[in-house]
């Protein structure tokens, strides 16, 4: 066989491999989780409909990265020295990235987010995508940039491609090796690690921007710098390789969201190719199981094993830190950093449709969150229904914070607002007018026993509450009397009988972090929560007063933290 017709092979049968891959996900053959089946939806509905927008297929153009691949070497563990033989999963991305063009004949894709776990082969296929654009993408003088929050971390990726450079002879006589830099003198391009902690970052001229691991980036800093130096290039390349994080308000969870609203449809961005390898939210309950592992490794089986995740499963079960290493860095579900207080999987068992009105006259007992005038404050009141415990609950934010809340805990807030879950008040501070309103014509709705507040936050709303006849009940925010009723909730939720309605307490249950003291006692720690707590915090009072009815004037949430929380 020739070379030529070895190659030709070689190309057929990836283009063939990353074909039967989307055949096999649409079909189930392959199981695969909502955002894999999304981008497999995608590719074909862009095969029958992409020509409308302009778009085409080039299967030359994605088959020749294939063959590059082909000169490449495994440079570690058992696969050291044999030929990186592109899975196809691998080879699906691949072919999605560099075969769509536009009718220009320019690539498609200029933003790439790849979510992928652990031991899939993640540096491994980003580097030799370097490598591609250093010496193969016909662009002269490209800068193939290697991208991290410090340089040390940067040059994992830049170190592999290096090292496969000198294990390719056809490469070797192509690339020339410094200690920090590759060079492909015949286009006078380079490939370079570039840190955050670099010297300068100015006067760069991008044209592939590789950033492995973006969840580790705690700002947008190293992706600004990146995209904004991409302008001169008419085909250049942002690519974002990482696994799940814990920080949902960073550039990585904000780059997955945009991801998810691209597969979804929401956002029509035909230059975003964006996949996920995670897990559905039906298998959090079975996470410990294999066929929930091989949904979310595409390698499961090859550079990922059943054994080596048994052993990491085992530790999880036991040890509630390590269940969400596991989670976020086999399973690719994002988590608190902190242990979170329930599974907000399991809280979403929870929630139940009902009327809010068939609740009229029904006595019930309330929980009051101030919290800071210029914050999120929450109203709920706790019923007792056939057994359960059902929450319904308001919700309040200054219309001014709007946009900053947004941002900062990427959110659906204004989404939240025109459905009715959240009160915008005008201005920059709550309008406690809207609260007292609210309280009084639930009073008069439902038959409210009693309404718990925080003293510590207690304003002139309490007065006014007071004196229309609400029986207004301070509520310490210390060990003391948190504790009881924060437990109260919690084995209500564990025991699925607590209902809900609301998707703001659906967020801040998942944003909740307890804090315990050396009696194990517990109480919610907004310092170390990821986000907003205050619904959790008002529906914790609630239920307090409706299941134990203690007194909660205890003198420890006097003296011993009065401002906490």
């Given amino acids: 066989m020739s070379v030529a017709e070895k190659y030709t092979d070689i190309r057929r049968e990836g283009l063939d491999a990353a074909y039967k891959y989307a055949d096999d996900v649409k079909s189930g053959a392959i ?3 909502k955002y894999v089946r999304l981008a497999v939806d995608r590719w074909f509905s862009d095969l029958e409909n992409g020509g409308a927008r302009g ?22 563990g058992k696969w050291k020295g044999a030929p990186i033989d592109l899975m196809p999963w691998q080879l699906f991305v691949i072919v999605n990235v560099f075969g769509w063009m536009r009718e220009d004949g320019r690539r498609r894709f200029t933003s790439v987010y790849e979510e992928i776990p652990r031991k899939n082969g993640k540096s491994t296929k980003i580097a030799g995508i370097g490598l591609y654009g250093l010496t193969s993408d016909g662009e002269g003088g490209a800068e193939i940039y290697s991208a991290a929050t410090k340089r040390d971390q940067a040059k994992i990726m830049f170190n592999e491609a290096m090292r496969m450079v000198r294990q390719s002879p056809e ?15 015949d286009s006078f391009s380079i490939f370079q690690p570039l840190g955050a902690d670099s010297d300068t970052s100015d006067g760069l001229n991008v044209y592939f921007g590789l950033v492995d691991e973006l969840h580790a980036h705690k700002t947008s ?35 997955r969201d945009y991801a998810i609203k691209v597969l979804e449809g929401v956002v029509d961005d035909d230059s975003f190719f964006g996949i996920i390898y995670t ?17 979310a490794n595409p390698n499961y089986g090859v550079s990922v094993s059943e054994s080596y995740l048994d052993e990491k499963a085992k530790k999880a079960r036991e040890i509630p830190s390590a269940k969400n290493n596991f989670l976020t860095k086999h399973l690719n579900v994002w988590v608190n950093a902190e242990m979170p207080w329930v599974d907000p999987q399991v809280f979403k068992r929870c929630k139940a449709d009902f009327s809010h009105d068939e609740m009229s006259g029904t006595e019930c007992w309330g929980g009051l969150d101030l919290a800071s005038v210029s914050d999120l404050c929450s109203l709920t009141l706790a019923f007792n229904v056939a057994g359960k415990i059902r929450l319904i609950q308001k919700n309040y934010l200054p219309e001014d914070a709007l946009v900053e809340h947004t941002r900062q805990y990427n959110q659906p807030f204004k989404q939240w607002a025109d459905d009715g879950w959240l009160t915008l008040t005008p201005g920059n501070v709550t309008d406690y007018d809207f609260i007292e309103y609210d309280i009084l ?3 008069e709705q439902y038959g409210i026993q ?11 709303l309490t007065n006014h509450m007071l004196e229309k006849g ?21 084995r209500l939720i564990l025991s699925g009988a607590i209902e809900y309605d609301n998707p703001v307490l659906e967020w801040a249950v998942s944003n909740t972090v307890p804090q315990h003291d050396p009696a194990g006692n517990i109480k919610p720690a907004k310092n170390k929560s990821s986000g907003k707590i205050d619904p959790v915090v008002s529906a914790i009072m609630a239920v307090g007063r409706a299941t134990t009815g203690e007194d909660t004037s205890s003198i420890d949430d006097w003296l011993n933290d009065p401002i906490i929380l």
């Fill in 279 to 295: 897990i559905d939210e039906d298998d959090l309950g079975r996470w410990d199981q294999p066929d929930v592992w091989a949904k």
């Fill in 31 to 33: 199981p695969a989780c």
């Fill in 441 to 443: 014509q639930w009073a």
């Fill in 470 to 490: 609400v029986n207004m009940v301070g509520f310490g925010q210390g060990f003391a009397s948190m504790s009881p009723a924060m437990k109260e909730l919690e």
């Fill in 55 to 76: 778009l085409y297929f080039d299967e030359n153009a994605a088959a020749r990265v294939i063959a590059f691949f082909s000169y490449l070497k495994h440079s570690k």
């Fill in 221 to 255: 800093e190293m992706w600004d710098v990146l995209e904004s130096a991409l302008g001169a290039r008419e085909q250049p390349l942002m690519w974002a390789i990482t696994t799940a994080g814990f920080n949902r308000a960073g550039v990585c969870y904000e780059n």
């Fill in 171 to 185: 490469l070797r006589r192509l690339v020339k090796s410094l200690r920090s830099q590759l060079e492909h003198e």
């Fill in 450 to 460: 009693e309404l718990a507040f925080d003293r510590w936050n207690s304003t002139q």
